[in-house]
């Protein structure tokens, strides 16, 4: 029994601004189960990132329907929102995005200041996270101190500490060397195989992609079918009789 | 929010250069603030109005303090209903040794002996020296701080060279007094000055102002009222105020002071407004993206921008207590400078005056950060992340 973690429906989000009218996303249905590692990839432009932002409520979709975690994101306030992605979504980004002026235990703290816990329990949970991506030693490094790799395996400690659901990754090995985004892919196929967590991640490369259970492809803001990437699509959309 | 304290201050004073430099110049316009603010504070409600005092009323000419009035205005005010007594309150000038040191520049009064201890109580003299300078007529007596300052005892010869009257006193020092205002005066009998006097000097019969003692301290107004009432359609009206208000009209005597205070503490407050909001600003904006990055994790608006204002609150805070600070070690220095202008003598950066001048500090911090923070909470998320590397 799969249980869906993620179901859109006719998901569309538009940008307009004066006379710029950009469809981002149209109509796009997916849905992805509890456990899925799943890899969302297209070029440049194509709508990745744009998916990513509505299914982590940090933007409002134009049309179409979206529940996350059997909420439907519509329906809430942004204050609502806010406290549901600090409880339910751990969200990691191409550039790290640590706070300089915080030590990476401090930086894994944040998001728990957000909740319950007392000091002593955030310092003790962000030092666990950080043991879990290896970086056990160096809890009072600042930012500056790490190496691009040591700051995203934070940035990865970050996004789990409050133990979310659902785990989003824009582009994460898009800074870092070859070795390095081994290491966070790795680190993220963990995640998805000893924790069981939920994993959406955007990447432009089939070696990230090849990490992750699904893969699905985006063009011109439109959600292939599972299974077909671009030139597949095309030869298919020239010869009507296949199915889309 | 307690919990994002240690955030708030380490971000609020993460450019240390620039810290350092907004603290620097709120503690220096604090500073500034805080010592117009005791100056306010001495100056116009400068130490603690005495019982006595609350009883006291100064009469003068209604045309200014230049102008005389007949002596015998002092009879005619004394037999006023509500009036307990009064004296002649002269005022003499003149010189003392060399006019050109500043040091010799002291408050010297023609007063009636037999009247002066009863209407000024509050004063604190031996019962020999009281009995010299009722009884001899060429005594004086002086405050403690005076005597001590020109090494006076107790019968030293004191030489006064008039200049609004042309007369040379010759007086004997009776002894020393202290009173509340601790200021630098000297009393001498006015029967001295008028007799020192040439026959036939129209200044023989006049006085400058009268000091009146009224029977109750709600009769004052009254009082003053009728006593120029009384004086109204004489050639030399009178204008009567208490003692206090009396002081504070010759402070303002130089100048609108109270106005000019004021505005240069406006000044100084809208200057740092503006300093303190451009630095906020900047500081804000090279930060939107941090700002995307807490709101992601689950910061709200809200504390986006309870923390951008407690920033602010803080800096200023700390400019504002170093300021606050430094001025009430500047005052100490003034208010032993301030010779005989008995008010500035309780010039002083009291806790109301640190409270206000902190105040002062802090909401100017949260004035100048309103703006950024509340559109730094307002931008949305990806808007904000648009500024991360
Ligand atoms: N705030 C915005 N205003 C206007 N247009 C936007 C905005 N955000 C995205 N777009 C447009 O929507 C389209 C999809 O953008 P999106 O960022 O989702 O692409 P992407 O697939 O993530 O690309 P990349 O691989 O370069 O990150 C692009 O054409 C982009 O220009
Ligand atoms: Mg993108």
């Known amino acids: ?244 | 929010m307690h919990r994002l304290g240690s955030l708030i201050v380490k971000s609020g004073l993460r450019n240390r250069r620039r810290s350092a430099l907004t603290i620097a110049s709120t503690a220096a316009s604090l500073c500034l603030l805080g010592i117009l603010m005791a100056m306010y504070g001495a100056l116009f409600y400068g130490g603690d109005e005495t019982p006595a005092q609350a009883l006291r009323l100064i009469t003068h000419h209604k045309v200014g303090l230049a102008d005389a009035m007949p002596v015998s205005y002092r009879d005619k005010i004394r037999s006023l209903a509500g009036v307990r007594d009064a004296m002649v309150w002269q005022w003499f000038g003149g010189t003392y040794k060399d006019a050109r040191d500043q040091r010799n520049f002291f408050a010297r009064f023609a007063v009636e002996p037999d009247r002066f201890f009863r209407i000024r109580p509050e004063i604190v003299i031996s019962g020999d020296a009281k009995r010299a300078f009722e009884n001899g007529r060429t005594a004086c007596i002086a405050t403690e701080k005076l005597a001590r300052k020109f090494g006076w005892k107790t019968g030293e010869r004191i030489t006064l060279v008039g200049d609004i009257f042309p007369v040379t006193l010759e007086l004997t020092l009776a002894g020393t007094y202290t009173d509340p205002e601790n200021s630098e005066a000297l009393f001498f009998s006015q029967d001295y000055l008028r007799e020192s006097l040439p026959v036939g000097n129209s200044q023989r019969d006049q006085a400058g102002a009268f000091q009146v003692q009224a029977m109750s301290a709600a009769d004052v107004v009254k009082v003053a009222r009728e006593i120029d009432a009384a004086f109204d359609n004489s050639p030399a009206p009178t204008k009567t105020e208490s003692e206090r208000a009396f002081q504070l009209s010759f402070v303002s005597f130089l100048g609108n002071l109270k106005l000019f205070l004021a505005a240069v503490s406006g000044a100084i407050a809208f200057t740092l407004l503006l300093v303190s909001g451009n630095t906020i600003s900047m500081s804000v904006r090279e930060r939107v993206g941090e700002v995307g990055i807490l709101k992601t994790l689950g910061f709200t608006p809200g504390m986006i921008l309870g923390m951008i204002l407690g920033e602010s609150a803080v800096i200023s805070g700390i400019g504002g207590g170093m300021g606050v600070a430094l001025a009430a070690v500047i005052c100490v220095g003034l208010r032993q400078g301030a010779g005989g202008f008995a008010n500035l003598q309780t010039m002083a950066v009291t806790p109301a005056v640190a409270a206000l001048a902190m105040g002062t500090a802090v909401l100017i911090g949260l004035v100048s950060s309103v703006g950024p923070a509340v559109s730094a909470s307002r931008t949305s998320i990806l808007e904000s992340l648009r500024y991360t590397g």
């Open chain 1, 1 to 244: 029994m799969s249980e869906a973690v993620i179901e859109t429906t006719k998901l569309t989000k538009e940008f307009i601004r004066d006379e710029f009218h950009v469809v981002a996303l149209k109509d796009a249905d997916l849905t992805v189960n509890r456990g899925d590692f799943v890899a969302l990839m297209g070029p440049s432009g194509s709508g990745k990132s744009t998916l990513l932002h509505l299914i982590a409520a940090m933007d409002r979709p134009s049309s179409g329907e979206i529940r996350v975690l059997g909420q439907d994101l519509r329906a809430l306030t942004d204050r609502a929102i806010a406290h549901w992605r600090n409880a339910h979504i751990g969200f990691i980004f191409q550039s790290f995005n640590l706070l300089p002026v915080l030590s990476a235990l401090e930086n894994v703290e944040l998001p728990l200041k957000l909740t319950n816990l007392k000091g002593a329990e955030r310092m003790e949970h962000a030092a666990t996270a950080l043991k879990l991506v290896g970086l056990g030693d160096r809890l009072g490094h600042y930012p500056r101190q790490l190496s691009g790799g040591q700051e995203q395996r934070v940035a990865i400690a970050r996004a789990i500490v409050t133990d979310p659901d659902l785990i989003l990754a824009d582009e994460p090995t898009g800074n870092l060397d070859a070795a390095s985004a081994t290491d966070v892919l790795t680190m993220l196929a963990r995640l998805n195989k000893e924790f069981g967590k939920t994993i959406v991640m955007v990447t432009h490369d089939p070696h990230a992609a090849s990490f992750a259970t699904r893969v699905r492809h985006l063009e011109k803001g439109l959600l292939l079918p599972e299974g077909q990437a671009p030139e597949e699509w095309n030869a298919a959309a020239a010869h009507p009789g296949s199915e889309g």
